[in-house]
Nanobody, 116 residues
C-alpha cells in the first residue's frame, strides 16, 4: 500500500484547506485511514480517522471544524479543514491500517501553516 498526501499550504486563520490522501497498491486490504499531525516540538497526534464502514472519529480539538471523508471510486480520503486556527499548524500525515501487516502504512507529510 502506498499513500500520497497533498493539499497543504499557507492559509490565514479562519480559512479552509482540503487535504487528500490517495491510496494505491493493495487497497482492498485497507481497514481504516487516518490523518495525524505533528507540530514542532510536539508528538504526532491523531486528528481524524475513518474506517472501512464509514465510521469517523475526531480529536476533540477539531470536532465541528474538520471533516474526514472517503471517495472509494478515487481511492482517496479527504480531510476538509474549516475555521483553521494557528494551533492547527503542523505537518499532516495520512496513514492506513490494513490486513496485510500489523504496522500501519504512512504517507509523506504535507505542511499546513495557519497565520494569525
Amino acid at each position: 500500500v502506498q499513500l500520497q498526501a497533498s493539499g497543504g499550504g499557507l492559509v490565514q486563520a479562519g480559512g479552509s484547506l482540503r487535504l487528500s490522501c490517495a491510496a494505491s497498491g493493495r487497497i482492498v486490504s485497507i481497514t481504516a485511514t487516518g490523518w495525524y499531525r505533528q507540530a514542532p516540538g510536539k508528538q504526532r497526534e491523531l486528528v481524524a480517522r475513518i474506517s472501512s464502514d464509514g465510521t469517523a472519529n475526531y480529536a476533540d480539538s477539531v470536532k465541528g471544524r474538520f471533516t474526514i471523508s472517503r471517495d472509494n471510486a478515487e481511492n482517496t480520503v479527504y480531510l476538509q479543514m474549516n475555521s483553521l486556527k494557528p494551533e492547527d499548524t503542523a505537518v499532516y500525515y495520512c496513514n492506513a491500517d490494513s490486513t496485510i501487516r500489523s504496522i500501519p502504512y504512512w504517507g509523506q507529510g504535507t505542511l499546513v501553516t495557519v497565520s494569525s
